[in-house]
């Protein structure tokens, strides 16, 4: 098994920036994909920006020139740096990845995994 957890989340003023992290722990071979999604109050959670194991990027069009999201296989860890933040911008900003990790049983297994999400809220 393993686990993400998100961090990097915080209060800052419009324009400012923040860089948010996803670190994934446990026994891991693989990361196929990762990808930060956000969910503000009253609102579906949406995909902010992905990126695949052929490095291609996606992004949303309100974030795109805004937003950069890498990953650092090495540190088992992706990061979403997020520039000229805008108040509406706040949200819970999620991780997610496609893992293959080791199970209890000492087998590997590919399948989704999601952090629980870090805060992140823009002022005026």
Same mark, same amino acid.
């Given at each position: ?24 722990? &446990?026994?891991?071979?693989?990361? /196929? ?12 959670? %949406? =995909?902010? @920006? ?27 860890? &992706?990061?979403?740096?997020?520039? /000229? ?12 990845? %496609? =893992?293959? @990790? ?23």
């Amino acid at each position: 098994q393993a686990q993400l957890v998100e961090s990097g989340g915080g209060l800052v003023q419009a324009g400012g920036s923040l860089r948010l992290a996803c670190v994934a722990s &446990g026994t891991i071979s693989r990361i /196929n994909h990762m990808a930060w999604h956000r969910q503000a109050p009253g609102k579906r959670r %949406e =995909l902010v @920006a992905s990126i695949h194991s052929s490095g291609l990027t996606v992004y949303d069009d309100s974030v795109k020139g805004r937003f950069t999201i890498s990953r650092d296989n090495t540190k088992n860890t &992706g990061y979403l740096q997020m520039n /000229n933040l805008k108040p509406e911008d706040t949200a819970v900003y999620s991780c997610d990845a %496609e =893992l293959t @990790a080791r199970y209890g049983d000492g087998h590997y297994y590919t399948r989704g995994y999601w952090g629980k999400g870090t805060l992140v809220t823009v002022s005026t």
